[in-house]
């Protein structure tokens, strides 16, 4: 019998993380202090991040150990299982090869503790006793409590209201973890209080979320904050998935032609991608996939500018695609990935022409879930049936073209505490929806689009 | 640094399941019928399931093949990896070494699918078009589901009203894997109808819903019913897990002192210990703990009788233990394990002596759970958490000891969608609740004991 899931022995698990930037095509853009409009230098961040984590956001170093008591927890789950999706394959009668990889046997159900653990870490051995954060689905939220509940620090978590009012097992998940989760805008904060003031029954964002626990970091010098996309290092942290991937498709003596995953900040995305970019720099040809909803399309029809990572203008300005600091997606849309930016390495390597962004349409998302769960087993989180969307687009392609192509999906976790979406969409209550040109140039009023940089020209790197 | 889970490569995926019948120390009582109160034969159970599932009914053969069919869906999940618990091990401060079996991985979360797949498939090979069951937390019903949507088959459910209500998640889990999913008692039975007409806030229970299953396939030629646990061929599936176990213990060059699971119906607490209780027939020393919730005291309070498998008297008559088919636990019980009676096997076995039953308060079983995901990262199902009280208590009495000992804990399934019971813990709604003994008396008022079974004595086999 043909082998379905490919293991890495524990001892295989990678004993260091990737840094792209010491192979990106164009340096980065620096990010911009919002008062002086200087690059923001080490002390800027300090009030927020512990020292450890802004080195790692600056560095150019190629590999980055990985400390031993980070391994000792990520041995919890990894390295996670490569599988061959062959109920998936016979159900398109593809002759695409198709593997995903199973990020969702995390405790907490998706991608995020690969960042969440090495956070905590790097910040009780600096001297942290708090951490804030924000989350919106709530898989952030979940995977930093767990990491804090590991090393001894207390957690408080800014949760979307809107998220917090229909997710009530996610905050509990947080709750077991020993975390502290309330909605935003919340009262705790000024930033919550002037949004509430403005409106009482606002549902929440990411951007307000993060203004608030940015500010209740700041408020406290023995409190950090902790962010779970976007950043350099998140990325960076997040690489120990797509390092372990190389291997798997190494005993599985394939190489993928395509790599897909999906993006709302860009991390899971990231960590898949980024290691075989590198092969990609140096001339391999893989076509690398983000995939984004129509419904929130930073990648796909917002600019590359500097903008806030918040929406009370309290972060440094981020060289990223933004659809502008203000915008929030629109209440029909169900399957999450609702962040107004994305991670400036994830933007940049787009305009340099190494990643391709698409957009995809909810309802297909949803079918694409159904489709896998019935044939492959694992329900998907809502975000994850964006990237099997594009799975199933790809499959049918390479049928059509007759091609027996090698497909990679990051399955970035399970949606077994997202089924309300799934009843929305079962109960035929959701519907597509493509954000609107004049939304756009609304939310981008006050937003300049940076220069394009360099392209990728696979002869030169 | 120390191996944290054991995997089994997939080629070591035991080929064959184990009967424990072939190795009985006394001869089983036979199930008879409600009618005559003679033995049942085959004919008497052919309305209900498929030959293939009622020749595994009553064989003593000792080992019997798993399909190719049902191997290729076991190997989405299985092996299942075998944990260290370093991290519970140092917060008790125990020298006793804890392994657990995570049967969480399955894309239903729980071990049930181990017997919805093959029920599934030897109901396709016999021409069944559709499967009718019952589930109380959920769990079975959405491993079932999962199963019939592999083998393309029509899934119905009947739902306990009091968790159909508690966990939207769980139904949404079964529809998106196709099934049908109604609250019991539903309009849709005889049985369900004359509950309603007694009591129209009837909140259900399993011996209910396992009527109005029943009846449902007994009323069509193309329906056949699967049952979740109990009988000897769910038990002869849940094997395939102790079976990977013994495997796995020998790669960690350790065997069991103690193993322990939880038991409510009785099939994943018999398929962790059957394959090891063969050994304890042949000599072994190990103390193999069946955990049950005080409230549902069915092992360690109930007879060994003959007794309905449901409320309605539609069953045959089962030896084993049991509280009456009239029982429902108290509404203050929250975890899982609600059943009356236990697995004919599990009790006989009991009977002898080869199992030691255990009763634990649930105050006792959420504190362990939350102490097991802050140490070890897991949410552990409500059920499993009986198993861990049971672990914490074994691992402590080890450290006052001062023993060694290995203890090996069937971790059956995560509690991700069962986070209202958390809830309910955490707010300090719950409480213990110990049944009083004049309700035991009340409802094993018209049952009759069975003579005590042959004990069993390690130097005899």
Same mark, same amino acid.
């Given at each position: 019998m043909e082998v379905k899931k490919i293991f890495l022995p524990e #001892?295989?698990?990678?004993?260091q993380w990737y840094n792209i930037m010491a192979d990106m095509p164009t340096p980065m853009e620096p990010p911009l202090h919002p008062g002086t409009g200087k690059p923001v230098g080490p002390d800027d961040l300090s009030p927020i991040f512990p020292m450890p984590l802004i080195e790692q956001e600056v560095t150019s170093q190629r590999f980055i150990d990985i400390p031993e008591e980070v391994i000792e927890k990520y041995l919890i789950w990894r390295p996670t299982p490569l599988y061959r999706a062959y109920g998936l394959e016979k159900h398109l009668k593809t002759p695409a090869r198709i593997y995903f990889k199973?990020?969702?046997? #995390?405790p907490a159900g998706s991608h995020k503790p690969n960042t969440s653990v090495p956070q905590a870490y790097y910040n009780k051995i600096s001297g942290t006793k708090k951490i804030t954060t924000e989350t919106g689905a709530g898989q952030w939220g979940s995977a930093l409590s767990m990491a804090c509940a590991f090393f001894g620090i207390e957690c408080k978590v800014f949760m979307v209201k809107i998220s917090f009012n229909q997710k009530p097992y996610r905050r509990l998940m947080m709750e077991t973890w020993g975390a502290n989760c309330v909605a935003s805008p919340s009262t705790e904060t000024k930033a919550g209080q002037s949004i509430l003031a403005e409106n009482p029954d606002s549902p929440g964002s990411l951007g307000i979320a993060i203004s608030e626990a940015v500010e209740a970091a700041v408020m406290d010098p023995d409190t950090k904050y902790a962010l779970g996309s976007v950043l350099n290092h998140v990325m960076l942290h997040q690489t120990v998935n797509g390092l372990e991937c190389i291997k798997q498709m190494a005993i599985a003596g394939d190489y993928p032609d395509v790599i897909i995953g999906c993006a709302g900040g860009g991390s899971n995305f990231a960590g898949m991608a980024f290691p075989f970019l590198r092969d990609k720099i140096h001339g391999k040809q893989i076509d690398v996939i983000a995939v984004e909803p129509a419904s929130c399309p930073t990648m796909t029809r917002g600019p590359f500018a500097y903008d806030f990572g918040d929406t009370v203008q309290m972060t440094p300005l981020l060289p990223m695609h933004t659809l502008g600091h203000s915008f929030v997606p629109a209440p029909? +849309?169900?399957?999450?990935?609702?962040? +107004?930016g994305m991670a400036p390495l994830v933007s940049q390597l787009i305009m340099s022409g190494l990643i391709r962004p698409e957009s995809v349409q909810q309802l297909e998302t949803f079918k694409a879930g159904i489709t896998f769960a019935r044939t492959e087993g694992f329900i998907s989180a809502p975000e994850t049936n964006h990237a099997i969307a594009m799975t199933i687009r790809e499959a049918l392609k390479a049928k059509e073209e007759g091609k027996e192509k090698v497909i990679l999906v990051n399955w #970035?976790? +399970?949606g077994l505490v997202d089924m309300a979406a799934y009843e929305a969409f079962m109960r035929g209550k959701l519907a597509d929806h493509a954000l609107p040109d004049e939304e756009i140039r609304r939310a981008l009023a006050d937003i300049a689009p940076l220069p394009k940089p360099k392209q990728y020209n696979p002869g030169k790197f």
């Open positions: #001892s295989e698990l990678p004993r199973n990020e969702g046997v #995390s029909i +849309h169900a399957g999450g990935l609702r962040y +107004h #970035s976790g +399970h």
